[in-house]
């Protein structure tokens, strides 16, 4: 069950296209009880104890809203198989940089979902900082998503955690110059 109002329903998306989502949001760490794959606000997720956190590592994720302090999961990013970050409305772009320090300077290697007003115009953006998973529920970015429209820029100034695949042109960043031979 992802979060949605109840006029649409999140759909999960990925780089490689919409996915059933085998995860489920709970407010409670009691949904562990069970097999599934379950995200846990902040909160829940810091009230477990080490030895619930070690045996749910592989099904278990945290969320975090724009005001909660990454900081507080840091220590525990081993035992946790997706970050999911909020944003509930489309001008905090707090969860942005939590997304690019989890993954330049924590070096997560998990799952970093967005979750909340995931818009059209954002989507490059997300994916250059180290977004993997999306739930989708803006009925603009569902049909330009149906239709294969990702969007964005074709060319960028500043690196990011994602690098652009440069294989055939090189260096697309200005400032990187190569030692002439």
């Given amino acids: 069950m992802t979060q949605a109002t109840p006029e649409t329903t999140a759909r999960l998306w990925t780089p490689e296209g919409f996915r059933d989502d085998a995860w489920i949001h709970a407010e409670e760490a009691d949904a562990l009880a069970g097999n599934s794959r379950v995200i846990l606000p902040l909160h829940a997720f810091l009230d477990l104890d080490a030895k619930q956190r070690k045996e749910a590592a592989e099904r278990l994720g945290v969320l975090l809203q724009p005001g909660d302090q990454l900081d507080a999961i840091v220590d525990h990013l081993d035992q946790l198989a997706l970050v999911a970050l909020a944003f509930p409305a489309f001008n905090d772009g707090r969860s942005f940089s939590k997304a690019e320090l989890l993954r330049s300077r ?15 115009d954002q989507l490059p953006h997300m994916l250059r900082v180290g977004f993997d998973e999306f739930e989708v529920s803006h009925p603009v970015l569902l049909k330009r998503l ?25 260096s697309k960043y200005s400032w990187r110059r190569s030692a002439g031979h």
């Fill in 106 to 120: 924590h070096g997560y290697k998990g799952a970093v979902r967005a979750t909340g007003q995931v818009l059209i």
């Fill in 146 to 170: 149906e239709a294969g429209q990702v969007g964005g820029l074709s060319l960028y100034y500043q690196p990011a955690a994602r690098p652009e695949d440069v294989s055939d042109k090189g």
